[in-house]
């Protein structure tokens, strides 16, 4: 996918940078949907209540022109983007470098863990390690792009897309999510499956079926991603 930015005919207000020059590396353009009733429609993307916090800058009104036909207006925000793959690796990086041993062990139980700190993203493990059986597994389905041009690439996107008026949907579940962002190579995405351990592989190879569809209607390729 290739991006252009074309901002609307109105003038909008300048604001200061959000970030400074230290962290400008870590800032990512996020895109929300702003239309009201078809389209890239408006969704709650999480950053709203940071907007309202003073942590990041209000959002920018812009038309988001994937230069075949496709656009759409969408809000604009700046924030900043973990990238927990290049994070992981600075870290193990800093391990080695300063000589700190790390030590691989199958962990059934907090109790194993003799450390005051634990962070902890086992995952289905969870209620194994926390031993409460009233967990709820949750599944996100999401694809990994293949042989893409990166440069062009460091940006999300994150709305509820409607094909036709929100009216014909019977709730806003059904209309689909469309989300990208910028780890490897590109991933898109992606569903929420309460109470479902993933282990159906005839649902979710319709939930993958599913994604790339949507990805082809919301960004007009017409051409089959590679995938």
């Known amino acids: ?69 496709k656009k759409y207006r969408m809000d604009k925000y700046q924030t900043f983007y973990m990238n927990g793959a290049v994070l992981m690796q600075q870290f193990l990086d800093e391990l080695k470098q300063r000589n700190i041993p790390l030590r691989f062990e199958e962990v059934k139980s907090f109790d194993d863990i003799d450390s005051p700190i634990i962070f902890n993203c086992s995952g289905l493990g969870g209620i194994v390690l926390n031993n409460d059986q009233q967990m709820v597994p949750i599944v996100g389905h999401l694809l990994m792009l293949q042989n893409q041009q990166t440069e062009n690439l460091q940006y999300m996107i994150f709305t509820k897309y409607a094909e036709k008026p929100l009216k014909e949907y019977a709730s806003i579940n059904d209309v689909p999510t469309i989300y990208y962002f910028p780890k490897f190579s590109g991933v898109i995405g992606g569903t929420f499956m309460k109470h479902y351990d993933g282990k159906n592989a005839e649902l979710n190879q319709r939930e993958f079926a599913k994604i790339i569809k949507n990805m082809q209607n919301f960004f007009g390729n017409a051409q089959k991603p590679k995938l």
């Open 1 to 69: 996918f290739f991006l252009m930015i074309r901002r609307p005919p109105r003038s909008t207000q300048s604001r200061s940078s959000a970030a400074s020059d230290v962290y400008k590396r870590q800032v990512i353009t996020i895109y929300g949907g702003a239309e009201k009733d078809q389209g890239a429609i408006q969704t709650y993307t999480g950053l709203e209540q940071l907007v309202e916090d003073g942590l990041i800058p209000p959002a920018e009104p812009v038309m988001v022109d994937f230069g075949n036909g």
